[in-house]
T-cell receptor, first 113, second 115 residues
């Protein structure tokens, strides 16, 4: 049973470009969480999604950031017009239900030049 | 809302010595508690969790933690550490409410095991 997969593992973008981060949850998991880890900091919750629904986006910046989890395919975290402050590690976690353990992916490390 | 405090940003310890990593939390509701380990350039791996029941929780790799409700603490312990335990350790909480299980993390403790 494959774990949570994230790609790309490393992503380099210039200021103003778009970044798309993908997360494939574990088989049978329909709940996805996105977290951001800034340098020298802990992880901060961004958004919680179920298939085709955003349940909690209280941690998402108000502008430039969006997330989706379509019926088919991976969850996508999209950052438009990236700025240097977006440089961070972005982790995805999945779980089979609301109160179950979350399994984390290896993360995508975004560098904005 | 919840918050987590890990007072020690770094803990150096010699191999085979005991270690305790401290975690305190605050919350207006009941919580679930977790400890995760992160090795360099990797994702997080769950060490142990407290959901209910016995306040002493045993996890993987010989780690254990004790939930102390009166002191709002969930300290992580290991009686004898190994070089391979060198990593970043994160304490996390989630509220026992509906609407998902989003985790609130502490800032992490870097455990450095030396020979």
């Amino acid at each position: 049973n494959a774990g949570v997969m994230q790609n790309p593992r490393h992503l380099v973008r210039r200021r103003g470009q778009e970044a798309r981060l993908r997360c494939s949850p574990m088989k049978g998991h329909s709940h996805v969480y996105w977290y951001r880890q800034l340098p020298e900091e802990g992880l901060k919750f961004m958004v919680y999604l179920q298939k085709e629904n955003i349940i909690d986006e209280s941690g998402m910046p108000k502008e430039r950031f969006s997330a989706e989890f379509p019926k088919e395919g991976p969850s996508i975290l999209r950052i438009q017009q990236v700025v240097r402050g977006d440089s961070a590690a972005y982790f995805c976690a999945s779980s089979p239900g609301q109160t179950n353990e979350q399994f984390f992916g290896p993360g995508t490390r975004l560098t904005v030049l | 809302a919840q918050s987590v405090t890990q007072l020690d940003s770094q803990v150096p310890v010699f191999e085979e010595a005991p270690v305790e990593l401290r975690c305190n939390y605050s919350s207006s509701v009941s919580v679930y508690l977790f400890w995760y380990v992160q090795y360099p350039n990797q994702g997080l791996q769950l060490l142990l969790k407290y959901l209910s029941g016995s306040t002493l929780v045993k996890g993987i790799n010989g780690f254990e933690a004790e939930f102390n409700k009166s002191q709002t603490s969930f300290h992580l312990r290991k009686p004898s550490v190994h070089i391979s335990d060198t990593a970043e350790y994160f304490c996390a909480v989630s509220g026992v409410t509906g609407g998902g299980n989003k985790l609130t993390f502490g800032t992490g403790t870097q455990l450095k095991v030396e020979l």
